[in-house]
């Protein structure tokens, strides 16, 4: 014999268990009813359930407020630091991030609450509280309004774009109009909190400004005062060392009292000026509109999304159900060996029982 005929087979034995195209192709095809009925089924389910569902209609004001640098920074600094998401040099009562967080204050939440809207059912007549139309109960008139101010909270969405600093505030009820008016209201609301409160320090620049002034003009008073009683006593003043460097050293005092007095007087200037232009403005971009479309439920996207869901599903069952009927069809023999041994134990665990309570008689 030829050393070709005494060379070992080198060809592999077939692999049954191998997932292949064929394959699963011809277990959808075998189970089709399976992976085509669970998916249609559960989106049919889907679909009703979001067509049952009450709606929501989600309402969006965007607006920019006015912010003010504490400091000058490079420009390139600026660019990369806003592309990064931070607000280097501006005050943190002035960037955008803090009319995100203040949208849902509590002061801001309590007050929509207590705000009068135009009632959508028209059961509690012309206007009424947004804390009577959203039917919030409680213990007591603190409680209910505590609970309101987490539903009301639970409503809003916003969101802060911090290279352009635009703040978008979106509201979702079930009342598309009553949506658009308090993402209205809460606007009209920041920028009544936002006045007061720049009012409120700039009130408080110029009332100290104004203190220094008085204060100021007391001290040059006096200095100046001081060099006229010296000149008057001492005419000849010139003609002493002592009297010279006396006269000197009150003029250098009425100098630097009028530079303070100066200095507080433009400030002082600038804190009323301010206290009357210094309101800031928040630009509304979009004002919230009278949505005509539901956001939440959307039946189409959930019914799609159940579809994918059910299909995943119901391929793997499939896919599942065909392994395991392969491996009980190449593991029969093994299968029917362990059943034999489960009833020989079962039997000799019979039988000791039933002895040893005939022993026990």
């Given amino acids: ?94 960037s955008a991030r803090f009319y995100g967080d203040l949208v849902r204050s ?43 101010v987490k539903e009301l909270d639970e409503m809003i969405t916003a969101r802060v774009d911090a290279q352009t600093n635009v703040v978008r505030i979106a509201v979702g009820t079930r009342y598309p109009a009553l949506s658009a008016d308090i993402a209205n209201r809460l606007v009209m609301l920041i920028n009544e909190f936002n006045m007061k409160k720049r009012q409120s320090q700039a009130g408080q620049r110029r009332r100290f400004s104004e203190e220094r002034v008085a204060a100021a003009d007391s001290e040059l008073r006096s200095a100046e005062g001081a060099i006229k009683t010296f000149y008057e006593r001492n005419r000849d003043w010139q ?62 996207v959930w019914m799609a999304a159940a579809l994918i869901v059910g299909g995943l599903l119901s391929l793997s069952w499939a896919l599942a159900a065909t392994y395991v009927d392969r491996a009980r069809g190449s593991a029969e023999t093994e299968y029917r060996e362990l059943s034999r041994l489960l009833r020989d134990a079962r039997q000799r665990v019979g039988g000791g029982f039933r002895r040893l309570f005939r022993g026990g008689r």
């Fill in 239 to 300: 003609q002493s060392p002592d009297l010279t460097f006396t006269e000197g050293r009150l003029r250098r005092q009425v100098s630097i009292a009028q530079e303070v007095y100066l200095s507080l007087k433009r400030e002082y200037e600038t804190a009323r000026i301010e206290e009357v232009n210094d309101t800031p403005v928040i630009t509304v971009i979009d004002r919230a509109v009278v949505p005509q479309e539901r956001s939440q439920p959307r039946p189409f």
């Fill in 1 to 94: 014999m030829t050393a070709r005929q005494h060379a070992p087979s080198l060809a592999l034995p077939p692999q049954p268990d191998e997932v292949s195209l064929v394959g699963i192709l011809t277990t959808i095809v075998r189970r089709w009813r399976v992976v085509l009925g669970l998916p249609l089924l559960l989106a049919a389910v889907t679909g009703l359930a979001a067509m049952l569902l009450p709606p929501t209609y989600d309402a969006t004001t965007t607006f920019v407020p006015e912010t003010r640098r504490q400091n000058q920074l490079p420009t390139a600094l600026m660019g990369l630091a806003m592309q990064m998401g931070m607000s280097i040099g501006v005050e943190p009562s002035q």
């Fill in 106 to 148: 509590r002061e801001i939440l309590e007050r929509t609450l207590l705000s009068r809207y135009a009632d959508p059912k028209g059961a509690l007549g012309d206007s009424t509280t947004l804390l009577r139309i959203l039917r919030v109960s409680g213990a007591n008139p603190d409680d209910s309004l505590a609970q309101g």
